[in-house]
């Protein structure tokens, strides 16, 4: 890809034929200019509907009609490709579909960027890429998953009728539910079975001197398969470019930020400063803190001194649920001088930091509180820590123990270590959540600490005040996105801004305790 | 029986020998080169060794034929493993840049071995074989031989008697030597249909549809499954076997045939009763009616050892390797003459380095040619050499295995030619 500043040839090929079909194999990286805010726009639209693509994965039965109907509202919302109503021709085509396309192509290949980087954030954008894609693929009709097959060069051969009677019992044998007039109706692609090892896996189909014959129902298997391969090939080769792409500096703090971005509310607008007071604390913390916070502020109380790491992710988390910087100042003093500290090195060594944390030193830029994902992802803790995420970071057997000592019932911790293996930490949280506020189902997607503080406090009777102003920073930022490209600029730049300067001052200034 | 005069103490006076003048490096050399197509293929090969005392070496490997000769003379290895191709000269592994060093293509290799089966075999266990459990071998190697060509493709297969209790598989093939981890893996389950360790009763379970594999598999253990089963190890026999085998039927038909047991002694008479009391059931009941199938496939199908076959490092006895505790040679099997097969006369090492002192009639008409043929040394001694396991009976087994060799060199010269073509060399 090339930025505004150098002049490249622009791809000749025709718009009709770049994007024939709403959806793709990404096999061929876009080749035009595009404009920094169109980069971060498309990038940060991508971002958010792959996290709906992972929310809905994981609250619902894939491809079932509500996970269908919401994903499709979705891509809707966000201009993203889908498949239209049969009858409506007209819209497969023209400039308004043509711009969804390019999106898409654009932003899948901006977010192979960000997600290249390491294991963890190669698996999840590999996931949820081929979540999207199959169901994109299931969308079609069988005519027209063989035509985009044909399209991409995937000639999976099928068989004759000659072919197929010969080898009717076999077929029928080898397919589950598949019976002589199916074979007979239906295509059978022959596949060496290199190509097939979830079906031969399962002995699932028929071999025959290698190859594997396969009814086209299971065909998307095999798709989804090769996808995923390709993918998966693609974002190794990435990776190894990732140094040259770096070394541009107008890209580097926006793949960062993206890489750790929480797409939506940063709790950094405080509507509620000062409408806490410092010795609620203590009680909040068993009622309204997610375990992260809960964790941080015992361990704060019982030593009397967290490293960095933790002062960071507690810090800004008190920030975001409405302390002021005065009692901020306080509620460190007073809990370090118990310890080891003494009053003069307290606002020698720490003071400073905290006041940085408000903008109030050095850049002035105003930190915004971690999101989950933030906290799962990036800087694990290790020997001394409290900060992390308990459900990410904790070995099991504590976590049990630590929920149990916070009287979770032990259907309940079973089954939050169910998910916890199952990677869904967010999930594990928001199941701690239901399970300490005693409701069947949270009505909101967990993704951040203060939300989780904020949906608390709402339950418990918090009231009104607390859900309008909840709602109002996410309506400003929504009004914001459908103005226009420019007003979601400003909102996207500004936190690109926050999260890279985050991100690259705190690591150099700050010093381990 | 010449087993009988192998003594495992002997073996520091029988290895230098056997490495000296009947272990055929030759064909070996030829084996790993696969035809030259790929460089370094022989080179970067891994071979291990274990060494007197239990000393074990890895990442062995060797330039050229007569490097591997000299190393195994001198170090006269008890066994002898081989290992992947890997990326560069495994013998130089930790000179090469951590995690550049990999392990590259390998032959897919099976391991059927007959401790596996002490669950279903009354007449031996652990390390003990005998000719009427040695029927299980020819039913697996039938079974899996039928299903590698077949159904996989593969046409280069060999098999070779480990030399105690069990045959390893070697499938040569380019395609099969390619295989990434998950595709060995996914063979292997496909092959596999008794599951299950100790606990576990019922260790095969048939639903519907039944794929072809398993219905082509059933078809061989029907063959030998009156002899094998019901003559030779006496399933329907004793009240204990009886019982073990009535733990795998439902229970409703349970009760029922050990009613029927009662009144009928006779195994092949049981047996039909089971079978008759299955089809029964196949025509009434939606789930549990194969268990007549169920049974043989349990008391006879094949148990793969899925570790061996799933990685590409994997070391596997190599072929013409000794075994230390018995003394025979792993020689290749003939499949064509499975059923002739017999593991107790396999040649000893012990055997064949007695056979090689005898002298043999038309040996002195042998002599004279050679001081005839005196022009080339180096010729006369591989000549030498081959007319020295052609006196054993070591020369079968080899004659077989250059058989299997020209079956597959057939197929390198084609890829040669493509090559050289590719490369436009003339």
Redo the contacts between chains.
């Keep these: 890809m090339q930025f505004g500043g150098r002049k490249k040839k622009i791809s000749t090929i025709p718009q009709s034929e770049l994007y024939g079909q709403h959806l793709q194999f990404y096999g061929q990286p876009p080749l035009e200019n595009i404009s920094l805010s169109e980069f971060e726009t498309f990038a940060a639209e991508r971002l958010k509907l792959l996290k709906t693509v992972e929310n809905l994965g994981v609250s619902h039965v894939k491809l079932t009609d509500p996970y269908r109907r919401k994903l499709e509202s979705q891509l809707k919302a966000l201009n993203f490709p889908y498949r239209p109503d049969a009858d409506d021709k007209k819209s497969q085509s023209g400039p308004i579909e043509y711009e969804k396309r390019r999106k898409d192509h654009i932003s899948h290949f901006i977010l192979r960027l960000a997600y290249c980087q390491t294991e963890d954030l190669r698996r999840w954008f590999i996931q949820q890429e081929v979540d999207l894609f199959r169901f994109h693929f299931t969308e079609l009709v069988p005519k027209q998953q063989l035509a985009f097959l044909h399209k991409n060069n995937l000639h999976y051969d099928t068989i004759s009728s000659e072919e197929k009677t010969a080898l009717k019992d076999q077929l029928i044998n080898s397919s589950f539910g598949v019976s002589g007039i199916k074979v007979m109706e239906h295509e059978f692609y022959k596949v060496p079975f290199q190509d097939a090892l979830d079906l031969v896996r399962l002995r699932k189909v028929y071999l025959k001197q290698g190859y594997a014959y396969i009814p086209h129902q299971d065909i998307v298997t095999i798709v989804l398969n090769d996808f995923r391969t390709r993918l998966s090939k693609a974002l190794a080769l990435t990776a190894r470019s990732l140094p040259a792409v770096h070394s541009d500096e107008r890209l580097q703090p926006l793949l960062n930020h993206l890489s750790h971005a929480y797409v939506g509310q940063d709790y950094s607008i405080q509507k509620n400063v000062g409408k806490i007071s410092l010795d609620q604390i203590d009680s909040l913390s068993g009622k309204s803190f997610p375990l992260c916070m809960r964790q941080l502020h015992q361990s704060l109380r019982e030593n009397h001194h967290l490293r960095h790491g933790g002062r960071m992710q507690y810090g800004l988390f008190l920030k975001g649920i409405g302390l002021s910087l005065e009692q901020a100042l306080q509620f460190w003093k007073m809990e370090f001088i118990r310890g080891k500290v003494d009053a003069d090195k307290f606002d020698k060594a720490y003071a400073y930091s905290i006041r940085h944390m408000f903008g109030k030193e050095g850049k002035r830029t105003d930190y915004t509180p971690y999101s989950c994902m933030k906290v799962i992802l990036s800087n694990p803790p290790s020997q001394g820590d409290h900060h992390g995420c308990p459900f990410r970071h904790s070995d099991p057997e504590l976590l049990k123990q630590k929920l149990q000592v916070y009287k979770v019932s032990p259907s309940g911790i079973n089954q939050i270590l169910e998910l916890v293996k199952g990677m869904h930490y967010q999930l594990a949280c928001q199941k701690y959540f239901e399970l300490t506020h005693n409701i069947e189902d949270s009505s909101f997607s967990l993704n951040h600490p203060n939300q989780y503080f904020l949906e608390s406090q709402k339950l418990l009777g918090g009231g009104k005040d607390i859900k309008r102003e909840m709602d109002a920073p996410q309506r400003s930022q929504e009004n914001s996105a459908s103005k226009g490209s420019t007003g979601t600029q400003e909102v996207a730049a500004n936190t690109s801004q926050h999260l890279a300067e985050m991100t690259e001052d705190l690591e150099s200034f700050f010093q381990e305790a | 029986m010449p087993s009988s005069d192998y003594d495992p103490a002997s073996l520091p006076d029988l290895l230098p020998l056997y490495y000296r003048r009947l272990f055929p490096f030759s064909q070996y050399y030829r084996w790993l080169s696969y035809g030259g197509v790929q460089k370094n293929y022989f080179q970067n090969r891994e071979f291990s060794f274990t060494l007197k005392d239990d000393i074990y070496v890895r990442y062995q490997s060797f330039s050229m034929q007569n490097e591997l000769e000299k190393e195994m003379q001198k170090m006269n290895p008890y066994k002898i493993d081989v290992g992947a191709v890997y990326s560069h000269r495994p013998s130089q592994h930790n000179t090469v840049k951590s995690g550049t060093f990999q392990a590259l293509e390998k032959e897919l290799v099976f391991d059927i071995d007959m401790t596996d089966y002490d669950d279903v075999r009354s007449c031996c266990s652990a390390a003990d074989i005998c000719s009427k459990c040695w029927t299980l071998m020819t039913i697996a190697i039938r079974i899996l031989d039928r299903a590698l060509q077949?159904?996989?493709?593969?046409q280069h297969r060999l098999w070779v008697y480990s030399g105690r209790r069990g045959v390893h598989c070697w499938v040569c093939d380019e395609?099969a030597r390619k295989?990434?981890v998950?595709?060995r893996?996914?063979?292997t389950?496909?092959l596999s249909l008794v599951k299950g360790g100790d606990e576990t009763i019922k260790k095969v379970v048939l639903t519907e549809?039944?794929?072809?594999?398993?219905?082509k598999s059933l078809e061989v253990v029907k063959e030998y499954f009156s002899r094998y089963a019901l003559h030779d190890q006496d399933l329907m026999g004793s009240k204990e076997s009886v019982e073990k085998v009535l733990a795998l039927v439902p229970e409703d038909a349970r009760s029922y045939l050990q009613q029927e047991f009662e009144k009928e002694k006779k195994p092949e008479k049981r047996w039909k009763l089971i079978k008759e009391e299955a089809l029964r059931k196949q025509s009434t009941a939606k789930k549990g009616q194969y268990f007549e199938n169920e049974i043989m496939l349990q008391y006879c199908y094949p148990r793969l050892d899925a570790n061996v076959s799933k990685g590409v490092n994997h070391l596997l006895k190599s072929p013409f390797s000794v075994h230390p505790k018995t003394g025979r040679i792993s020689v290749p099997i003939d499949v064509s003459e499975l059923d002739k097969f017999d593991p107790f006369s396999v040649p000893t090492i012990s055997l064949i380095c007695e056979e090689l002192d005898r002298p043999r009639p038309g040996e002195e008409k042998e002599k004279l040619e050679d001081a005839k043929e005196k022009a080339d040394e180096k010729d006369a001694i591989e000549k030498r050499k081959s007319r020295d396991y052609k006196r054993t009976s070591l020369a079968k087994y080899i004659k077989y295995f250059d058989q299997f060799l020209d079956g597959m060199a057939r197929s390198w010269k084609g890829e040669r030619l493509r090559n050289s073509d590719l490369q436009k060399e003339f």
């Design positions: 077949d159904d996989f493709g593969f395609a295989l990434s998950a595709a893996s996914a063979v389950e496909y549809p039944i794929h072809p594999f398993i219905s």
